[in-house]
C-alpha cells in the first residue's frame, strides 16, 4: 500500500502542474520522442527568474512539434495545445486540491509541502494556510530544511517577523549540514538560497557583519561567486561609508 | 420412403395459401470435416384457406425447422416455400401470418399493452387502429384486466396467452403455431383449443405443429405427419383413422415405423 | 424507418425502466456532491477539480451504458427468445440493426442530457458563469462518440455469443483507443519496421474516439472549438458508426437466428463446437 499511496501522491503532485499549465502537459510518449522536454514544477516557480521561464516557455510550446498526419493535425482542436499559465489573478487556487490530496497520501513528500505554501502565500494571500499547511509538513518531516526555508519565507515575507524567519532559517541551516554530513551529497540549491536570505535579513536588520559572513559561505557553493563577491564588496564599502554608531550595530550578532 | 396421400382437402380453383415445394434444409456443423445433417428431407406440402392444418411428427422430426424456414429464420439449402404466393424469404411474405412460438418470452419490461402496440406499429396498423385492436385480442385472450401489468408478473398461462394476442394483432389469414400447447395445464390447453376453433369459425387458416395427438384429432382438418425429416403421411384426420383402422395415435405410432418394444 | 423507430422505443423504454441508469447517475451525483463538499485551504471558489471528477464519471458512467445496453441486446432477444416473434413479424434484419442502434444511442443521448444538466448545475453554481458553447460542443461530441461505441458493441454483439464477454472485450479496445490511440503514431516512431508499420495501420484504422474527448478543454475553460472542426469530427464519427453498423449488417444477415439444440435434431452428429456457435446451428 505504501508504494503505491506513493505513487498516487506523485501522480496528483503531477496533476497539480498539469493543472497550472491549464491541461496542456506531455504525455509520457511525448516525452519519449521529443527528448523529455522538462516542465518543472511550480514550486520552481519561485525560484527562476524570467529569463529561464522564458525558456521553459519555448521548450514547452514545442513539446507537440509539428503535426505528424492529419489526424494529429486535427486531433490538435480537442485537447490544450497551446502553452498557459494559470495567471490570472486567483485562477492558481485551482491546483491546491490535488497538492492536498498529494499531501495527504505522501506526507513525506516534502516538496508538495513547499509548492503548496508558496502558491498559498505567493499568489493567493493566505498566509494562515501556508504556515498551517508548513507547519503540518514540519510534523510529518522533522528533518527537512526546505519546508524550514519555506517557513522562514512566511515569517520573513508576509508576518515581517525578522526574529522568527532567522531562527527558522538558522535551524534549517543546521538541518541542511547534518544531512549533508550525513548524506554526502549537499543541497547546494537549497543552501544558497537560505545564505542569500539569511545575508538579505541581516543587511536589512543593519547586522553587516554577520551578513556578510553569510555571503562568504555564499560565495563557497554560489555558481556565480563573481556576482557574491561583488556584494561582499558593496556590502564592505557601506560598512565603511556608514556612520560610526550604525558601524558599531554591525558587530551585534543575529542570535535570538 | 414416399409420402402416403391418404387424401387431399384441395378444392378445384382454390389457390394454397401456404405451399411447400421439395423442400430441403441441411446444416452444417463448425468441425473439422464439415458434417452435413439434413432436417428435412424433400418436404412437400400445402395448406388451403380456413384449414385447420396439424404438423405432426416425433421430436426432431423436422416440424420446427419448417415452421422456421416458413417465417425466414433459416434458409433452405434447395426447394422453395410460398406463404400467399410470395417467397418466404421476402419479409413481406410476413404481413398477413401470426406466429406462436413455443415456449417464448416477451420484453419483460413491457406491460400487454406496450407489446402489442409494438408489434401493431411494425405491422404498420393505421395508429387509429391500434387502440381498438388491442382492445379486441386482450379480451379475446382473457388478458384485459391484466393490461397494465408488467409481463414479468405473469404466469405461464398468461404468458401463453399474450403470446396468442401479439400472433392475433394484425388480424393475421394465416396463423402459425409451433407447440401452442406445450407446457400448459389442461385448463389452458383447453383455452388454447378453443381459440383455434374460434379462429377457425372466423375463417382463418391455422397451421399448428404439435405432438399432442389428443387436440391434433380434435381440432385438425387435416394433418402432415414428418418423421427423420420426411413427409410419411398427408391427408384429413378421419382418413387416416379409416386407413390405419386405429386411432390417431396408433396410426401415427405405425406411419413413423414405430413398434412397442423397439426403440 | 418505422420498424426501427419500433424496436428503437423498445430499447429506450429498456432503459428507463432497468435500474443501471439510476444507480450510475446517484453514484456520479453523490461522489461529485462529496468531492464539492470538500474544503481546500477554506477556498470554496476552487471549481476545476470538480468539474473533472464530474466528467470523468460522467464519461465512466457513459461508457458503461452505452456497452452494457448494447452488448445485450441481440444475445438477450435470442436468449429469451424474442427475436422469434418479432422476426416473423414483417421487419427485416437490417431494420432490426438499425432500430437497436437507433434505440441504444437515442437511449445513450438522454443519459447524457441528464448527466449533463448535472454537471452544468454543479459548473454553474461554483463558477457563476456558464459556457453554454463549451458545454454544448462537450455533449454533442460525447453523444456521436457513443455512436461509433454503440456501433461497434453492436458488431461485437453478433460476432461473441455471450454478452459478458462482448462487453468486457469492446470495453478494453475502447479504453486502449482513448488511452492510446492519440500517441500511436509516435509510438509506431520508435519502433523497427514490420512493427512499425503494423502500429502505423492501426493508429489509422482504429477510430479515434479520444478526439471527441473535450473534458480538458471544458475543465480548464478554453475556447470553444471551431465550429466547422466540430462539423468535422462529426462527420468521422458518422462514418464509423455507419461502417460497423454495415459490418454488423453483413455478420447478421447470414446468421441463423436459432441455435442447435443437443439432442433434438435427425441424426445428430453436431459436436460442442457446433453447439457454441452462434452461427452453425439451429433447434430442429
Redesign the interface.
Known sequence: MGNSRQLFANHFFTKADV?FH??YYP?V??Q??GGAPHITAAKDAAAETDAEHGREQSEEAGFLGPP??W??R??R????SRH?HLDRP?EA??I???L?IAADLDPHKVETYTV?AYW?REH?N?VD?AEQ?LREGWRANPDSYEILFELGRVFDENRHDSQRARNVWELALGKWRQRSARNGEPDDFVLEQILTRLAQLEEREGHWEKALSYLEKLEAVSPKPEAIQQQINDLKKKVVSAPPANRSGAQQTGKP | MPAQAVTTAKLPGMKPILKIEDLVVEYRTREFGQRVTVAVNRLSLEVFPGEVFGFLGPNGAGKTTTVNVLLGFVPVTRGAAYIFNVNVRDPIARQRIGYLPELTYYYKFLTAEELLRFYARIFRIPRAEIGPRIDEVLKLVGLDTARKRPIKTYSKGMQQRIGLAQALINEPDLLILDEPTSGLDPIGRMNVREMIQRLKSKGKTVFFSSHELGEVETVCDRVAILHQGELKATGRVSDLVEKYKCNLEQAFLKVIGYEPGHE | MNNALSVASIVIKELYRRKDFYVLFVLTAIITLLMGS?H????D?????LKEICLLLIWISALAIAVGTSARQIPAERENRTIFPLLAKPITRGQLIAGKFLGCWLACGLALIVFYFFFGVISVSREHQWAAASFFQALW?HWWMLGVVVAMTLLGSVVFAAPSSNGTICLLIILSILLLG??L???A??LAEPMSGVVSAV??AVP?L?????R??V????DP??WL?CV??TLYAAAYAIFFLFATWLVFRRQLVLRWQPGCSPGTRVGRAAALSPIACWAS
Open positions: 493543472y491549464s491541461g504525455s510518449f511525448d519519449a520522442i505528424r498526419d489526424i494529429d486535427f486531433s482542436n480537442f485537447y490544450p498557459s486567483g487556487r485551482e491546491l486540491p490535488w492536498r503548496a498559498l493567493l493566505r494556510e499547511l | 470538500l481546500f485551504f477554506n477556498d471558489r476552487i471549481v476545476r477539480y461530441l492519440r500517441h503514431n509516435k509510438v516512431v520508435q493508429y489509422f479515434h479520444e478526439l471527441f474527448d473535450v480538458d478543454l475543465v480548464h475553460n478554453w472549438i471551431n472542426i468535422g469530427a
